[in-house]
């Protein structure tokens, strides 16, 4: 399966944005959904996850309450929405999927795609 993150931008402090991720190739059934960011001069870090059937979801605890992850099996997509954004959360946003269940790790993760870029402004 490969991935593809789309819907980034340029957003002021405050504002909010939603990705979208869209799968080519296979199914997404079955795996979780994760999303990564790379900020400037920075490692790729964990944002969320969301199992198959979206029963358990996971976020950074910098996240949390900001973003909402989600997904729609049916048409093979998944989602971050992202509110009150700060400068902070400026980065490439990556999504991919894990065989894993509930992870953080980038190294239990496949089909990376490119990123999409998010940029807010102060």
């Known amino acids: 399966v490969q991935l593809q993150a789309s819907g980034g931008g340029s957003v002021q402090a405050g504002g909010s944005l939603k990705l979208s991720c869209a799968a080519t190739?296979?199914?997404?059934?079955?795996?979780?959904m994760g999303w990564f960011r790379q900020g400037p001069g920075k490692e790729r870090e964990f944002v969320a996850s969301?199992?198959?059937?979206?029963?358990?979801?996971s976020y950074a605890d910098s996240l949390k309450g900001r973003f909402t992850i989600s997904r729609d099996n049916a048409n093979n997509k998944g989602y971050l929405r992202m509110n009150s954004l700060k400068p902070e959360d400026t980065a490439i946003y990556y999504c991919?999927?894990?065989?894993?269940?509930?992870?953080?790790?980038?190294?239990?993760?496949?089909?990376w795609g490119q990123g999409t870029l998010v940029t807010v402004s102060s």
């Open positions: 991919a999927v894990s065989n894993m269940g509930r992870s953080a790790l980038m190294t239990d993760y496949g089909g």
């Open positions: 969301i199992t198959w059937r979206g029963g358990s979801t």
């Open positions: 190739g296979r199914t997404i059934n079955y795996y979780t």
